[in-house]
T-cell receptor, first 110, second 114 residues
Framework: GQSLEQPSEVTAVEGAIVQINCTYQ??????LSWYQQHDGGAPTFLSY????GLEETGRFSSFLSRSDSYGYLLLQELQMKDSASYFC???????????FGPGTRLSVLP | EAGVAQSPRYKIIEKRQSVAFWCNPI?????LYWYQQILGQGPKLLIQ????????DSQLPKDRFSAERLKGVDSTLKIQPAKLEDSAVYLC????????????FGPGTRLTVT
């Protein structure tokens, strides 16, 4: 089976940098994704790591260490609109679908 | 391109009643997913279709939930009879294929069972 852990809440101020961690325990591993979800909205895809290392997409970066079963999402130059829940998800090797973590609620303060 | 469409957006029913949700994925997307998201939790996969075939329905409570994707395009998810614990947002997502790592989510249907 698959299990993922994320901090439940993170708070930061506008302009700062924040890191959201994700640790996982899986019977097999094929990749780690990150999604953003605003209150009342749909999850939207942010990034995917299939191999170790850092992937950068604008203000957002995602990192993966398969040997440590660990990844993180790094958000730079925080803006108020970044206040949302962030979910990591690992690919389930059985059906090629994804198992989502419990989510981290990010609050950006002025 | 148009996104994933879902209807209705909101539904309130009494326990033991039945309810159905509809999803139209992005045109050309072969894979369709139904998720249940309880408030404060991550989405939980209920069923995954590849075209009109079921890939994974291991977490679908088959005694009360059913889903179909008859022509490999749009899909319906049904609950009969509903229980209080079914109150959640039901999300539909699609992706280009079985191995795609990017899923596109619809706005969801918020179900309240009283």
């Amino acid at each position: 089976g698959q299990s993922l852990e994320q901090p439940s809440e993170v708070t930061a101020v506008e302009g700062a940098i924040v890191q959201i961690n994700c640790t996982y325990q899986t019977s097999g591993f094929y990749g780690l994704s990150w999604y953003q979800q605003h209150d009342g909205g749909a999850p939207t895809f942010l990034s995917y790591n299939g191999l170790d290392g850092l992937e950068e997409t604008g203000r957002f970066s995602s990192f993966l260490s398969r040997s440590d079963s660990y990844g993180y999402l790094l958000l730079q130059e925080l803006q108020m609109k970044d206040s949302a829940s962030y979910f990591c998800a690992v690919r389930d090797p059985r059906g090629q679908n994804f198992v989502f973590g419990p989510g981290t609620r990010l609050s950006v303060l002025p | 391109e148009a996104g994933v469409a879902q209807s209705p957006r909101y539904k309130i029913i009494e326990k033991r009643q039945s309810v159905a949700f509809w999803c139209n994925p992005i045109s050309g997307h072969a894979t369709l997913y139904w998720y249940q998201q309880i408030l404060g939790q991550g989405p939980k996969l209920l069923i995954q279709f590849q075209n009109n075939g079921v890939v994974d329905d291991s977490q679908l409570p088959k005694d009360r939930f059913s889903a179909e994707r008859l022509k490999g395009v749009d899909s319906t998810l049904k609950i009969q009879p509903a229980k209080l614990e079914d109150s959640a947002v039901y999300l539909c997502a699609s992706s280009t294929g079985h191995g795609s790592y990017e899923q596109y989510f619809g706005p969801g249907t918020r179900l309240t069972v009283t």
